[in-house]
Every structure is written in structure tokens, then in C-alpha cells.
């Protein structure tokens, strides 16, 4: 091969370096991995970048989110309705794909959960291979942070920290792994183990948009403190055995549903303690290729919705959706007279938002002689006309004829406006906000819990310490996903959200702040 | 697709389901995972079973070992030569593969050690995959026995264990790892981590021949004890959510040098703490497919190459090495006299077992005015010619003019015939009969040390109240990698053997037997 000028070099994982042809199409940033395909998106968008002529699509984002569920381990359907959507979409002969989050497979192959790839007539090709590892992708992450963890370790012996604050990471849940001593009968030093996708790297994996960005932002994680001054690992360690490890973990996984609707997979942050979104390069490499481009955020509407909007949209350039559709199964939105509150709240804020919002019921079986009186209901709250079917039974069948209007909504709207950004607002302000419009309780009812202030201004001081800007770190809510407030039962008057404490996640750009209803730590039990 | 008798399914990875046209060759059996392939070894090696007329070769079994190191981190060149062979077999027209351990990923990444993928003229194009976490496999494993730990937790929360005898695993290594205590404030339960590569699912997956026998293994792996009686995992654990994770891990990765000469990686238990060798089937599907197969085994001939000679010949019907490759440093040999004899015993003793035993040195830089007096030497001691070269500056050049003899040896020998099981045999004797003839120390300086009996006696009650036949289970002497006794250097007639404890994994039908050399725990810390 000539030292042509056209010969393009890529440095994909782990710093090897590949002679390249002159780069025509998406085909040449795709591997086959075994039953899926990987796609290198930091090549495939830099391609883009530089190549203004090339061809590419602007497909829109619509977001599938849910109403707030019953319970952690109780999923309303969001990823059953996302496959199903795309399959009715793409029977409409509208180009679409959906983006999913990997589903944490610690939690899957403990048989705590099912799996999160669909069901039914409406699943994916190779569900299994989603819902058990992918291709290591989880499992690179883990090794990485970990490894963190020992550089951590090692600069303690080298007198250059003396505490450590990033925790270890397991992908299989074990309570006891909660709170863990090591250096059992010399140091017993007291540690936590999280699980691994809710850790700061799977964060960074989500929200950068190179290698690079990757590498500068591990340096700006926080590894500890030195006599109470914070220290980076930017500052002990050699990025590239990092990044080496994560080189093909940062690749979307690309797969389809039974009916050859594309789905990618990539990055699986939880929603309640994380920010609950696919990476931000997936779904921008999917809008490249396609239409119409579904993105499911975890859990409800007041957890990965509200952080696709408010973080990533806000914050990270994130595409504004231009329509949602708010999942609900019948049950969870009525039975409940306590909790019936939540699901108008949801689909009333997304519109309030200028998005157009789109109620889904997910009917289960038994449940098709229901839908007239739903759609009294839908009528009654001054809903769009509902979307309702029962998706594992029928598929994307079930959805087909009724999408007239979200169609038109989405193909007719303009591409949406960038929101504003938060940055510089003060940390309880903004708090106060995601409050206000996300759960629904006045700034005047968000109580800073004792301990909160001497929290807020510790993560203040750590951030100041290693010259981080406090003010430019996104807010992350932590909560339990099942509950919006204090006490979702409450009457709306009375309802209530609490502050607990702030944790910083500098690397990310992000500072946690959990709320009353956190859990203590995401590490469950197998049950 | 009718439903014909010729269409046959598989179940590959998570018990997916396949429909496949008649399989016509080892293609069938091969899937792209971006830059390497991994090959249904299961699959293949059934196919041949149920097709006797199936083409397929019965090539012969190589073992390149080495000197006994003179620390663990310090390598003889085994890779090195292992590459430089078969490209130099090759250039003479011999159908020959390589079949490497995969390496460590924690202890590369974390700059403990280099990779181990050779180097120089003798590479692999891409050694960074290998060194790297190749496609998960270690991960899986990891997972895999991580999760058996978490399903024994919770059989101690359901009163079925009281004690868990299984560690967890960690592939990044953290020496404050060693003695951990989980639920501390609670239970403060004492526990131990050792490195992935150590551990029992590792060397199920390199001993097994079928999905079936490692369910079948998992099932008799003891989890723990409850009043005192063992209880093994088949008693609570739902073998398939192990298998699952482990679909691809039990697959064979496949890439090839920088020549282009084929190289089959799997598997990667540590030669002094565990059995050191390749997984079984990826030899066997070698075998199948090319003439010879070079077989690298971990560390010393003391270590790998005894585990290959004495486990899986012996008890696990491997293929007995129709030649063997003492690789060594020049000054590993010859700089240290009170070490020097490591090497002709070991020599002398493979020749003594009828292999065909060449010494091969692996010259540094600044070397070669050495060649005469090393075959001056080899001579002396009665060695056949050494082959001698500087394989990283001139890979399989410098080895192709010296392999006549070898070629001889490999082509013209016989198939070997069978070992002899040591079943039955007493774990002591079996103790004795090793050190005598891989350590050279006779059996009456074979010392037991205090509270060996009474390991050895827990031992075998452990066995006998879970009904697993202790007599059955095969010896892994655990050492240090850089010693054959308790002290190397001291005369021949003082030296001595002693032993300090022994451990089951039955599930791997293997008794472990401490030396008193043995580390404490594998599980390094970051240097």
C-alpha cells in the first residue's frame, strides 16, 4: 500500500493501528461479532465531521419512557413497545431503529429480573445475547474501574493519596458486598462495591464522544484525597491502560428484531442512580443512518426521560426529542387510586415541554375489553388519542394502524430547539427545579435533610480543592424508581422531596445528589 | 426452511437455537469477532464424533516448556519460540499450529508484567487482542464464578450452607484483595479473593468437552459446608444461568502471526497454582485440523509441562507430546551455579518418559558469540543439539535450518502410546512419585508439614460426606513458579519437599496440594 494521502489511519482499541482504504459508507466501520455486529461510532461520527458531503440522514429522536413503575423489579413494557414501534414504523415504510441500553446481566443471569430485550411477538432476533454479556462490553468496564481502584491503591503505598473515594465495581450482585472491608486483619480498610453500571466509567462511556474525551475525562475523575485535598487519576496514572481495555466496550452493539427492524445496544447506566440512557454516540450514529430514532430511557418519566432532557439534552448537545410515547400498563395507571396522580403528570409535563406525547397501554392478556374505558379516561385527562395493544401478543401489528398522528407529529415538527443549559445555576436551585417540574413538588417543599449542607459543602471543597468548577457539573437525581417523592401516597399538598447528600462525579461532569428514597447502595440481594 | 432430517440445530451460547444446513467442514463451525475468529470447539469436535468418515488429520502434540524461571516475572521466551516455530515449520512445508493460554488481562493492564504474546519477528498480528481481554472469556468466567458465590450467599440466607468454601474472583489484580470481609458491621464473614485465571470454573472450562460436562462439573463443585457436610453447587444452583454466561468464554479464539501461521488461544489457569495448560478441546481441534501442534505449557517444565504430562495425559485422556522444547535463556542456565542443574534435569528427565526432548536457547541482543560454548556444554551433558537463536530479531528464520533432527523426530516417531492413570493412587505417594521424578527429590525427603495430616483428613472427609471419591481426584502441586523444592540451592542430597495443605475442586476432579513455597494467595499487587 502507497503513502497516499487518501490512506486514512484509525487507532481502534487499544491504540492498534490499521491501514484503511478510503472510507465510502457505514460498512466500514462495522465487525461482525458473532451474532451481532459492532460498529466503531467514534470513527463512523469523526468520518462524518470531516467529510461535510458525505451522506448521511437527520433522523429525529423520539423518546419511550414510562409511567413511574410499581415497583424496581415491575417494567412496564417500554422495551417490548420500542421494538414493536419500529416494526410498525418500518411497516409504514418510515426508516427507524430503536437504541437500547444494555441490560445488566449480573442481574439477569441471577434470575432477580427477567431479561430487558422485548417479548413475544415483539423481541429481538438474539434476546439472549443482549440480556447475557453482549460481548464483554459491561464486563470491560468492571475490569477498567477496578483497575482504578488498584492504581488508587498503589498511589496510597506511594504516599501520594491517603483515602480512597472511588469504589469497586461488581457485575454480579451479592449484598454483602455492600460494605466490605480489605486488608482484612492489617488495615481493614472500609470499602463499598457498587454495581457496575451505575460506576462513574460507565457514565463517562455514555456521555463521551471519542477515545480522547474518554481519556480526558477518566484524568478528571476523582480518585481520592492527599491531607484532604482531592487527587485525579490524571495525575497517577497511565490513561492508556485504560482506554486499552475499553476499546471494543465503546463500539454499539447492532442487532434486529424479529421482523429485521435495526436495534443498537450501548451503554448501561441504570436510571435511578445513574442517568439511565444509551450512549449519546449510539443514538447520534443512529440518527445518522435512519429516520426516526427511538430512544428508551430506564425506568419512568421522572427517571431516564427527565435525565435524557435535563442532562444529556441540556447539558451534553443531546438531541431534543421531537415526540414521546409514555408507556403504562393499565394496571399500574389505575388500579392504584393513591398513585394515579403520577401518569397524567407524566404525559402533562412532556407536552408542557412543547413535546408531543403520545400515551402507549400495554395491554396484557385478559385486558382488550378495558380499552374503551381507557379511552374515556385518556379523553377525560385531555390526553392525545391513546395508543393501546397488547405488544407481546401481537407485535408491532398491534401498532401499526394507530400511528397516524405520532407520525405526523414526528415527521411534520420541526427539528427541535436546543434547551438551555443549568450550568452555574446553584446546586439546590436546580434541585428545586427538577423537583418542580419533574415530580411536581413546589421549591418550598424541598427539605435539605441535617447533614445535607455539611454534604454539599464538603463535594464543594473537594471540587475546589483539585480546581474542578462545582458549578458546571450536571445534576444527577439519585431516588428510589418508584417513587417520585417522599411519599407518593401523600396528598398532593403534603408531598414533599427530601435532600440527603452529594456525591461528585468530576470525571463525568456530574454531581449526584440522592434523595430520601435512595437506596443505600445499588448492590441487591439475589433473590 | 422444511422441516428435514439434514437440518440439524445446535445449541451454541445460551442455549440459543440454530437452524444450520449439513455441515460440510470446520467453517461451519467458525464466527468473525472482529479481528479474530472464535471457533464452536464443542461443536466441531462432536461433528467428527458422530461423522467418523469426516476428513480430518491426527496431527501430533508438541510441548514447548522452559527452564524453571528465575522469578515469576521473568520470562524464558515460550511464546516467543512457540511462534518462531510454527512460522519456521511452516516455511518447510509442515501443516503446524500453535495453541496458547490466554493471558492474564489484569496483570498486563496493570503493568505488572508484559503481555504474552511473543514479540519481535515472532509476533501475532495482533497481540494487543490477546493481551487485552481477547472477547470476554476471562470476564464470563469471572462472572461466572462470582455468581456461584452469590448464589451460595443466599444458600446460607436459606439455611442450606453455613460455611462457603468458593472464593470469589477478581481479574484485576489488588493485593488488599487477598483477606477481605464482606457485610462488615454485620456478619463481618472473613473471605478471600484470588485472580480469575486461579480458579476452579477456569479449569472446568480447560478440562471439559462438552457444555454437558461442565454443567455436569459446576453441579459437583462443593459451594460450602452445613454442620460440617459437604454441599456442592448441583444442590441449589440452576446450572443453565452458569452455562449461559460462559456460550462464547468455552469457544476457542483463533488468530495467527505475523507470517500468517495459525494460533489458537483458550484458556488461562496459572502453571503454579493451577494446571497451567490450554483448554483440552483447542488442542483437540488443532489436531484435527494440522499435523503438528505446539502446545505451550505455564512456567518450568516443573510446572506446565508436568501438569500436561501428569494431569491431562494421565487423568484426562490429552494426547501424550510426541516431542517436547525445553526453552531457556543463556544466562537462566548457565549464570547462577547453584541453579544450573534446573536445566538438564529437566531435559534429561523428558527424555527419560521416551520424548524426543530438544534444548532451545533463546539468545538476547549481544548473545551470539555464546552459540559455541552453549554447544559445547549441551554436548557434555548429552543433550541433543540444542537449537540456539535470537528468535525476537529473526523469528522463524533463525529456527527453520536447525529443525532436521526435530522434524525427524515429530514425523517419523509413533503416536504415543497412552500413560497410566494415577487414580487410586495415595495423595501422598502421588506427592512423593511427583517430587521424585519432577523435582528430582527422593520420597523420603518429602517432608509433611505440621497440620498437613489434618488438611489432608479434612480433605477427605470434605469428599466423603458430599459421596465424591477422593482417589479420583487428580494432583495439582501448587508452588512457586521460580522453585522446585523448598530451597533449589541447596546440594542435591539436602534438598526437600514439603507439604502444607491441601484443597478440593472437585468439580474439576482435581485435589490441590501446597508446597511450602506456594504464595500465600494469588493475587498480586500492582507493581
Redesign the interface.
Known sequence: MCCSGHVRRSTP????LQERTPVTSIEDFI?????VQ?IDAFGYLDYLKSNPDAPRKHGKVVLVTADTPLKASRGEGKTTTTIALIDALRERGIDAAAVLRQPS??IT???SKGGASGGGKASLT?P??I???L??EM??I??AQ??L???A??AV?DGKLDTILVPRV?????????????????????ERVVLTPTCELMQIVVLSRSMDEISERVAKMVAGTKDGKAVTFGEFV?LW?IT??L??AVKPAKTETVNGSPVYVHGGPFANVSIGIPTLVSVEMACALHDVVIVEAGYGTDAGAQKWLDIACREYDAQWPSAAIVVTRASTWRDDPDLAWRYPFHVQRLEGLDIPTFPLINLWDGEDDQIPALKATAKELEFRDPIIGNLYRDGGDALAPQLDAFVDAVTNGSMPAEPHSHKGMALVENVRWVAENAYGVPADRVILKDGFAESLQAAEGLCASAGIDFGSLALVAVKSPATMTDNDRAPEAERTVTLKKVEVHSGAGLVHVNLTTSLTTPMP???
Open positions: 482499541p487499544g491504540g492498534r465487525s461482525q461479532y458473532g451474532l459492532k446481566m449480573g443471569a441471577a434470575g438474539h439472549e445475547l440480556d447475557w454479556g460481548c464483554g464486563g470491560a468492571e475490569a477496578n483497575l481502584v488498584s492504581f491503591e498503589k503505598d461488581s457485575e454480579v450482585p451479592s449484598r454483602s458486598l455492600r460494605q466490605i472491608a480489605v486488608d482484612r486483619g492489617k488495615g481493614d480498610v472500609a497511565d491502560r486499552g481495555i476499546g471494543d440481594k439475589i433473590v
